[in-house]
T-cell receptor, first 113, second 115 residues
Framework: SQQGEEDPQALSIQEGENATMNCSYKTSINNLQWYRQNSGRGLVHLILIRSNEREKHSGRLRVTLDTSKKSSSLLITASRAADTASYFCATADLYNQGGKLIFGQGTELSVKP | GAGVSQSPSNKVTEKGKDVELRCDPISGHTALYWYRQSLGQGLEFLIYFQGNSAPDKSGLPSDRFSAERTGGSVSTLTIQRTQQEDSAVYLC?????????????FGEGSRLTVL
């Protein structure tokens, strides 16, 4: 069963603007991860945030986690055309689903030059 | 190789045939995952292997699907009597972490088309 749900499903912005994608999940988690997928390719890990962390940065990426609302957001600042991709959140269930990582449906980001 | 390797990259088969998809994880990675991605959709969990533990098969959609991992390394996903709804990209990933998943490294996927 799917755990994370991203919104929006699709986002189109101009180069230089910021892009914000949200992820909601249902159960208690150990960690939440964000991945990127270029069209027709495999997924690439972007960032992992643990359940006891509230915010994490990596370059132009900022991830927040609100465990009380069971939600996370991914912010990409100063977007570039090369950021065009699908972005997925994935969660690791706290109560031992054996290390299984469950992915959401993804947000398709289009950055126009 | 340096990354997760999957083969074949593309497979076209006729309905009713069996197919085998192969995944060669990163050396030393104890965890191995199979996911399925239909066109424009998210990833559907299929099966997870961790070391010598019994695999988590809870995501396999039917008994036509099976997977094995030999020697804790290479994994094969087998789909018997393929149906058109099996058409999708099958993604394999591996991870160093055991128990609680850390970063997953994905292969490029095997695109299966069932005619």
């Amino acid at each position: 069963s799917q755990q994370g749900e991203e919104d929006p499903q699709a986002l189109s912005i101009q180069e230089g603007e910021n892009a914000t994608m949200n992820c909601s999940y249902k159960t208690s988690i150990n960690n939440l991860q964000w991945y990127r997928q270029n069209s027709g390719r495999g997924l690439v890990h972007l960032i992992l945030i643990r359940s006891n962390e509230r915010e994490k940065h990596s370059g132009r990426l900022r991830v927040t986690l609100d465990t009380s609302k069971k939600s996370s957001s991914l912010l990409i600042t100063a977007s570039r055309a090369a950021d065009t991709a699908s972005y997925f959140c994935a969660t690791a269930d706290l109560y031992n689903q054996g290390g299984k990582l469950i992915f959401g449906q993804g947000t398709e980001l289009s950055v126009k030059p | 190789g340096a990354g997760v390797s999957q083969s074949p990259s593309n497979k076209v088969t006729e309905k009713g045939k069996d197919v085998e998809l192969r995944c060669d994880p990163i050396s030393g990675h104890t965890a191995l995952y199979w996911y399925r991605q239909s066109l424009g959709q998210g990833l559907e969990f299929l099966i997870y292997f961790q070391g010598n533990s019994a695999p988590d098969k809870s995501g396999l959609p039917s008994d036509r699907f099976s997977a094995e991992r030999t020697g804790g390394s290479v994994s094969t996903l087998t789909i018997q009597r393929t149906q058109q709804e099996d058409s999708a990209v099958y993604l394999c990933a591996s991870s160093l972490a055991g128990g609680l998943p850390g970063e997953l490294f994905f292969g490029e996927g095997s695109r299966l088309t069932v005619l």
